[in-house]
């Protein structure tokens, strides 16, 4: 068995961000999770984080370091947000806020974690972007833009310090069953489904796992990937 590594998951006090920690708990590595408010999950620590405050992220990864007792080897930035409206709709305020979120969130962390793996000389960064990123999604565009905008930042990362043995992903998910997915009318699960070439949601281990896989030893050689984890649906990107 793999040496435990220091793991925080940005937004792992639910959904996606808390199966991708229950993973690596279960897997024998040092968690932490971030959460904005409320207690953290049963059998996980957590650290207070507002992803879109720089003062806030420098300080939940100090609290982290000292909880895991040495810098952050892998970081999975999770957190994210929808504000779902037409394009002609869309206010400056709701793109800027996911884009803010989602993208420079996801950045303020990156930078974050960069510094004690450099140090290290090791370290996996993973980005949970979303298959509409490169496919595309009517009244997403907020979102889109900003899960795309993961892609160049992982492969700027990758080419940066891919040879100080840090590697730097990006999960894409398709339909995840969550409170979202369950709560959708039948007749509309049905065409999302018929989308889908598997013909049916992942469930949110299944991300966890892929997440798991590119932050291993095994995919060392892995890097400014984008790693779709939605049965089909968005092939050709
Ligand atoms: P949830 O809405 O269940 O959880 C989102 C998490 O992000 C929560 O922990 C939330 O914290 C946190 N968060 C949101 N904004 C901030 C912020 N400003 N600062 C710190 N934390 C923040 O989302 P999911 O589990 O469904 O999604 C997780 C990720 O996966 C997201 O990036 C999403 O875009 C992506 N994704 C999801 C899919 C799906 O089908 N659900 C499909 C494809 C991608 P709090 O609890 O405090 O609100």
Do not use: W
Not at 157 to 182: K, Q
Request: aromatic share 6%; glycine share 12%.
């Amino acid at each position: 068995m793999a040496d435990p590594r220091n793991v925080l998951v940005t937004g792992g006090n639910r959904g996606i961000g808390l199966a991708i920690a229950r993973a690596f708990a279960e897997a024998g590595d040092n968690v932490v999770i971030t959460n904005r408010s409320g207690d953290a999950p049963e059998g996980l620590r957590g650290v207070k984080c507002e992803v879109t405050d720089t003062a806030s992220v420098d300080a939940a990864f100090a609290e982290a370091e000292e909880l895991l007792g040495g810098p952050v080897e892998v970081l999975v930035a999770n957190a994210g947000i929808t504000r779902d409206t037409l394009l002609m709709r869309m206010s400056d305020e709701e793109f800027d806020s996911v884009i803010d979120t989602n993208l420079a969130g996801a950045f303020r962390c990156a930078r974050r974690a960069s510094k004690g793996m450099i140090r290290l000389r090791k370290g996996r960064i993973v980005f949970i972007s979303s298959v509409v990123g490169l496919y595309g999604s009517p009244g997403q565009t907020n979102y889109a833009a900003s899960k795309a905008g993961l892609v160049g930042l992982a492969r700027s990362i990758s080419r940066e310090l891919g040879g100080r043995g840090i590697t730097a992903n990006v999960v894409a998910p398709g339909f995840i069953e969550t409170d979202m997915t369950a709560e959708l009318p039948e007749d509309r699960k049905k065409a999302y489904l018929a989308t889908i070439p598997a013909g049916r949601f992942a469930t949110p281990a299944e991300v966890a796992a892929a997440v798991r896989f590119v932050s291993s030893d095994d995919a060392a050689y892995i890097t400014g990937a984008v790693i779709p984890v939605d049965g089909g649906l968005g092939m050709g990107h």
